[in-house]
C-alpha cells in the first residue's frame, strides 16, 4: 500500500504478544501509518475510518511497540 506523504510502501508489522486476538490485514496496515507518522517530524495525525473498524485496538499496539 502506498505511503501517500512519500509514496513508498508501509511497512508490514507484527502485533504485539501481549495481543491475544489477531490482528486484522487493515488494522496491521493503520498500525503501520502510525508508526510511520510518530517517526515523522509532524509525530502524530488523524486516523479516521469507519465505526467500529479497531483503531482503539490498532493505537493500544502503537502503544506497547
Known sequence: VPFIST??????????????LPLLPFQREGLGWMMEQEKSKHCGGILADEMGMGKVTSFYCLLSL
Open 7 to 20: 509514496g513508498q510502501s508501509l511497512p508490514e508489522v507484527e502485533q504485539p504478544v501481549e495481543l491475544t
